[in-house]
């Protein structure tokens, strides 16, 4: 059995075959880091691919988030540090006053599958929480989300605060949503703006300098 053919049960969004190929390998006494990065984190790499190419859509992209979700918990208990290799720590949230999330918890999946560690603070989040949240988790990267052009200046507000805070530098700060533009993005002083979540990902490893 391969490693290969657990990356094909999330690219078909198979979750329990998915879950049992893991066990399976488990009991060969595979490595959980092997299984992790060569399986299902590969897995993810395509379906982000897919999706960037217009051959997957978001129904596809929700299958294969479940199907490696259910592996990644069925390896939890074997992982050890080091055994996976994050790119870094992304904290998102959509902005106070908006309540839409479909869109953001699909970027936080494309995000986990890209192998980042993933903090979602959820929606309608205050300027305070995601300072309190950069403090406390120092992400490379911050992902502001609104859909609402009524909520579009809370993402300055955010970035003001860090500002004020001393923390900007500390961290990139990527903002998307239907409304928003790059040019808002630069208007407001973001580091990044993205289309679509897989977008972001790429966005994201240009910010941070990282191949692939």
Known sequence: MSLAKIAQTVLDGNAPETQQLVKSLLAEKHSAGAILNDGLLKGME?????????????????ASAR?????????????????SISKGTFVIGTVRGDIHDIGK????????????????????????NFLAAVKEHKPQILGLCALLTTTMPEMKGVIDTLVESGLRDSVK???????????????????GYADNASEGVEKAKALLNLAG
Request: proline fraction near 4%; charged fraction near 20%.
């Open 105 to 128: 918890n699909l970027v936080c999946m494309m995000f986990e599958g890209a192998g980042f560690n993933v903090i979602d603070l959820g929606i309608n989040v205050t300027k305070e």
């Open 173 to 191: 700060v990527m903002v998307g949503g239907a409304p928003v533009t790059q040019q808002f993005a630069e208007k407001i002083g973001a580091d």
């Open 46 to 62: 395509e379906v982000g691919r897919l999706f960037k190419a217009g051959e997957y859509y978001v129904p596809e992209v929700l």
């Open 67 to 83: 199907a490696m979700q259910w592996g990644v918990t069925e390896l939890k208990p074997f992982l050890k540090e080091g055994d």
